[in-house]
C-alpha cells in the first residue's frame, strides 16, 4: 500500500529536550516535505526537499532542522522545543511540487 | 513569497445545496492551483487541482475556476452530501519549490 508513516502519532515533551519525528514514504518520491497546522493559520511549510541533494527553507524553519540521507526518509528534528512549537505536524511526499502531495497521518507535539 | 488568502472560514449549507469557496494569491508566477481536503484526525488528500493554462476544471460535483488577471480561483460543490464535511484548503506554487496554503475553510453540510 502506498503511504507516508511519521512516528510518533502523539508526542508530549519538556521545554528543551531534543526529539526526532521520523516521516518515511514508499512510492520513491523525490519531493518531500513537513507542514505544522495551526488553528487559523492553516498549513505552513516548515522545510521542504526537492531531492537527496536539495533541501530548503520553507515559511517557518526556525526551531527546525532536517535530514535527507535516503530518498524515502525525511526526519524533523527539535534540536531544543519551546512551547510555540505545540502543534500538529504532517509529512508528505510526491514526485514533483506540482504533483499530488500524499500526506502522512500527522503527529500531535505538546512541548510543556 | 507567495500568500495565500481563503474565504470563508467557515461554511454551513444545507444537504442538496451547492458550496463556493474562494482563494487570492500574490504571485502573478503562481502557475498550480491545488485543493485539499482534510477530514477530522487525518491528513489533507487531494480532490482537485488547476493549472494556469486552463480556466476551469471539473469532476464529477466539483469544480476548480481559476481567473489569472484577478488572481483568483474557486472551488465549487455541488449537491453537497453530508461526507463533504470537512476542511477545505487552497493552495498556490510559484516558480519557486515552495506550496503556500490558504488558512482553511471548515465546511458543514447539514442533514
Excluded at chain 1, 508513516?5 to 518531500?32: D, F
Excluded at chain 1, 516548515?46 to 524515502?72: A, C, F, H, L, W
Aim: aromatic letters at 10%.
Amino acid at each position: 500500500e502506498a503511504q507516508v508513516t511519521q512516528n510518533p502519532r502523539y508526542l508530549i515533551t519538556v521545554t528543551g529536550k531534543k526529539l526526532t519525528v521520523t516521516c518515511s514514504q514508499n512510492m520513491n518520491h523525490e519531493y518531500m516535505s513537513w507542514y505544522r497546522q495551526d488553528p487559523g493559520l492553516g498549513l505552513r511549510q516548515i522545510y521542504y526537499s526537492m531531492n537527496v541533494e536539495v533541501t530548503d527553507k520553507g515559511d517557518v524553519p526556525e526551531g527546525y532542522k532536517v535530514s535527507r540521507k535516503e530518498k524515502r526518509n525525511f526526519p524533523l528534528i527539535l534540536e531544543s522545543p519551546s512551547p510555540n512549537q505545540t502543534s500538529l505536524y504532517f509529512c508528505a511526499s510526491s514526485w514533483t511540487i506540482t504533483d499530488t502531495q500524499y500526506f502522512g497521518p500527522g503527529t500531535r507535539l505538546t512541548v510543556l | 513569497g507567495e500568500n495565500v488568502e481563503q474565504h470563508p472560514s467557515t461554511l454551513s449549507v444545507q444537504e442538496g445545496d451547492s458550496a463556493v469557496i474562494k482563494c487570492t494569491y500574490s504571485d502573478s508566477a503562481s502557475n498550480y492551483f491545488p485543493w485539499y481536503k482534510q477530514e477530522l484526525g487525518k491528513g489533507p488528500q487531494l480532490i482537485i487541482d488547476i493549472r494556469s493554462n486552463v480556466g476551469e476544471k471539473k469532476d464529477q460535483r466539483i469544480a476548480v475556476t481559476l481567473n489569472k488577471t484577478a488572481k483568483h480561483f474557486s472551488l465549487h460543490i455541488t449537491e453537497t452530501q453530508p461526507e463533504d464535511s470537512a476542511v477545505y484548503f487552497c493552495a498556490a506554487i510559484p516558480n519557486d519549490y515552495k506550496l503556500s496554503f490558504g488558512a482553511g475553510t471548515t465546511v458543514t453540510v447539514r442533514a
